[in-house]
């Protein structure tokens, strides 16, 4: 008998043209570190009286269908995640955005959109074999953290319309991305376009705060994840070695902040927080080391950009 591990376990991703319509093929292999995508159906426990001290059977309760999934940061794949958290990106050739043709494609993320496009995603366990397949799968948010050291991942909390269960991939001939990860060592962190020091680590989140049309159905399924109010916070923990920060935040005034990470080889990643609003924060002191501050930050929509935050990937990937 076959065991499941998590070392052979593959995932595939494909956008659907109709929302919990699986496409036939052009689905990519996703490179994924741990994932808890899958559904879940309790029982309800018999309530009814008159046949003795023992229940009757149960019945089953709705279908519920979520989970995380944790993914690299790289300059290839990821881009698959941001236009699903996202919608669709701008994207020209020339690292500049220019059009000229170079073979370096800049691909152009904005927040807001009213249209987020919808996946199936197949993760599978060949050696059982069983195959899960997840159909109109929309990103309810996407978070990371900046740190000084570690592997640079980020994870994807995903809405699926169900789950259909298979001994067989129905994928197809995947797609393969050759892998090209960024680093915390690569990362950088702007504030009105001036490096930010003393910052010791930094945490991002971007939710759509989906909701989740839960019709009846005879197949038990949603009938979608509709886009909220978009919402990008976070938290920066900084050594206190000046009062910049702190006098913003007491000032009530936003700044620009930027998060970055660039390769050698001319790939990067930049999400631009274009009005972001700092609250004042307690500084306490726990002893004779140094003394940090933590600012739970807020972004909101920037009247100059009319967007909230804008995030730049450049690759060797003409679309998306």
């Known amino acids: 008998m076959a065991r499941a591990h998590g070392g052979r376990a593959q995932m595939a991703l494909a956008f659907e043209t109709i929302y919990g319509t699986p496409p036939a093929s052009g689905y990519t292999r996703m ?34 269908a979520d989970g995380d999934v944790v993914i690299p ?15 669709d990106p701008t994207s020209s050739e020339g690292e500049d955005g220019s059009g000229d043709p170079n073979g370096v494609f800049t691909h152009v993320f904005h927040s807001g959109s009213w249209t987020l496009p919808s996946m199936a995603i197949e993760v599978g366990m060949p050696e059982v074999p069983s195959f ?21 991942t ?45 910052v010791v680590s930094a945490e991002l989140s971007y939710q759509n705060n989906l ?18 109010m978009a919402m990008l916070s976070g938290r920066m923990d900084v050594r206190f070695s000046d009062t910049t920060l702190l006098m913003q935040a007491i000032d009530g005034t936003p700044c620009a902040l930027e998060f970055g990470w660039a390769l050698p080889s001319g790939e990067s990643l930049t999400i631009a927080a274009h009005a972001v609003y700092l609250p004042r924060p307690r ?9 940090q501050a933590s600012f739970e930050w807020q972004a909101a929509r920037d009247p100059d950009t009319g967007r909230m935050c804008t995030t730049t990937l450049i690759n060797d990937r003409s679309e998306y």
């Open 31 to 64: 490179p994924f570190a741990s994932s808890t995508l899958g559904a879940d159906q309790p029982l309800l426990q018999s309530e009814l009286l008159g046949y003795g001290r023992d229940p009757l059977a149960p019945i089953k309760d709705a279908l519920n």
């Open 73 to 87: 940061i790289d300059a290839r794949a990821f881009g698959f995640w941001l236009k699903a958290a996202f919608g």
């Open 132 to 152: 899960a397949i997840y159909p109109g799968c929309r990103v309810d948010g996407l978070s990371l953290t900046m740190q000084r050291a570690g592997l640079l």
């Open 154 to 198: 980020a994870t994807a909390r995903l809405i699926p319309q169900g789950e259909v269960l298979d001994t067989e991939a129905q994928t197809g001939t995947l797609d393969e991305i050759a892998l090209r990860r960024f680093g915390h060592f690569n990362g950088m962190i702007q504030r009105d376009g001036v490096a930010l020091a003393n």
């Open 211 to 228: 909701d989740r049309i839960e019709t009846i159905r005879a197949d038990g399924l949603i009938d979608g994840a509709d886009p909220g």
């Open 283 to 291: 500084r306490e002191i726990n002893g004779p080391q140094g003394v």
